[in-house]
């Protein structure tokens, strides 16, 4: 069972690139803390500029502030479970570094913990100018989707700014091998059963001054993989699911250019699907880089030509069996090249996968 110190506040602070934020926000929460038990977790996701060097400057002198820098398996998901797990605190409150959350919403937050388990802060919908209008409707649109899968009526699950006792911490809230887009969301999924006591606060939800958001195609597109992997009850990974609706799109390509070589320039049925499985491997390359492992994505275009160059090469194999497997099928078995192809290509996916976990996107 979990270890915790009776009435110590534990305050998780994910952060990346956020310099001219951070030490502000730590500043004031260190001055709503007098006379607490309190320490404060910032966990860094990679930041590229000065936000760990700045804490270390201002704060290194403070034994409750403690920095977490993360080089591996990075993403504001798991980068908040990490801190997480090293917590004290009886009660803990997660929030972000952007100062759009107010330190003083955290006492308010906190005060509720003793008659419920989970403290929701929740943000004026209605009025969300703080951010351009499509985040606004993307907010509005995630939370009413949030509803209906997870069997919950949370006015904003979609926020980043919430208290809860240490105790919802369990096992299943951290082997929940989402990559996803909010804690919250898994930290609601896996005490379902509980039938947890909730509570909402209304905060202050500022402008961002400083910095940019992180809300892209990126995030849309994890969080539509995190939901889907709640239908499942959280046993397929979020990454893997991207994976397959990315190969999806892949197979489409794949299939396409296979009836081209076939029909319009009457290549033999083994040339045409090993040309259309590499166009097809080449597509899920660069598509998988740019939204499902784009935590760790390669950008340069000397480490890209390199990557895809390995990815071919780890994947030979795979491409092997997928030809030699199809070919078989095509020849032996069965004439229609879709279903031949097709088979060839459903063997070599979970193979692309472990391949492209394992030895592609690995080392962020």
């Not at 917590?87 to 955290?106: K, L």
């Not at 809860?164 to 911490?169: D, I, M, R, W």
């Not at 020849?331 to 031949?340: D, F, G, H």
């Amino acid at each position: 069972m979990r270890k915790f110190i009776r009435d110590r506040l534990s305050i998780v602070i994910p952060t990346f690139n956020e310099e001219n934020n951070i030490t502000l926000l730590v500043d004031d929460i260190i001055e709503l803390m007098v006379n607490k038990d309190y320490e404060i977790f910032i966990v860094d996701d990679g930041s590229t500029d000065s936000t760990v060097k700045n804490i270390f400057e201002n704060h290194s002198n403070n034994k409750n502030i403690k920095v977490i820098q993360r080089e591996c398996d990075r993403g504001l998901l798991q980068s908040i479970k990490f801190a997480l797990q090293s917590i004290t605190g009886e009660y803990f409150v997660v929030m972000d570094g952007d100062r759009q959350h107010s330190p003083n919403d955290i006492n308010s937050l906190v005060e509720n913990l003793q008659e419920y388990d989970l403290s929701i802060g929740v943000r004026d919908l209605k009025n969300l100018t703080q951010v351009s209008s499509i985040r606004a409707f993307l907010s509005k649109l995630f939370n009413k989707i949030i509803k209906i899968v997870l069997s919950v009526k949370i006015s904003d699950p979609l926020t980043g700014f919430f208290a809860g006792k240490a105790s919802l911490l369990n096992s299943k809230f951290f082997l929940l091998s989402n990559s996803g887009f909010k804690v919250l969301l898994d930290l609601i999924f896996s005490n379902k059963k509980e039938k947890i006591k909730v509570c909402e606060k209304k905060i202050s939800f500022g402008v961002r001054e400083d910095g940019q958001s992180k809300l892209g195609s990126q995030v849309i597109f994890s969080f539509v993989t995190q939901l889907l992997s709640y239908t499942f009850n959280g046993l397929i990974s979020s990454k893997f699911i991207g994976f397959c609706i990315i190969g999806g799109f892949g197979f489409f390509i794949h299939f396409s250019i296979l009836l081209f070589l076939l029909n319009a320039i009457t290549l033999p049925f083994f040339i045409s699907h090993m040309i259309a499985t590499i166009f097809g491997a080449t597509f899920n390359f660069f598509i998988n880089n740019y939204l499902n492992f784009y935590n760790s994505r390669i950008n340069s275009i000397k480490k890209t030509l390199q990557s895809l160059l390995k990815y071919y090469l780890i994947n030979l194999p795979g491409l092997l069996t997928s030809v030699g497997a199809a070919s078989f099928v095509y020849n032996m078995l069965n004439t229609n090249p879709l279903l031949a192809s097709l088979i060839g290509v459903l063997i070599d996916t979970v193979f692309k996968y472990i391949v492209s976990r394992t030895w592609i996107w690995k080392t962020n």
